[in-house]
């Protein structure tokens, strides 16, 4: 009986240790992605127009 207790602590303690790990590594993943500037958007030049795309079936 005693060793069923002792094993149910452990993974309980286990659990709440390892949801709390998990919690923290995804709040500094968090704060990390909101600190980053996203990358520029390229502009297009004025005088070159962009070449269009034809579509093409599966069979080419």
Do not use: F
């Amino acid at each position: 009986m005693g060793s069923v207790i002792l094993i149910s602590t452990v993974a309980i303690i286990v659990a709440i240790v390892g949801c709390a790990v998990i919690w923290r590594l995804d709040a500094s993943r968090a704060d990390e992605i909101e600190h980053t500037r996203p990358a520029p958007v390229p502009l297009p030049s004025p005088g070159i127009a962009p070449s269009p795309q034809t579509p093409r079936s599966l069979g080419e």
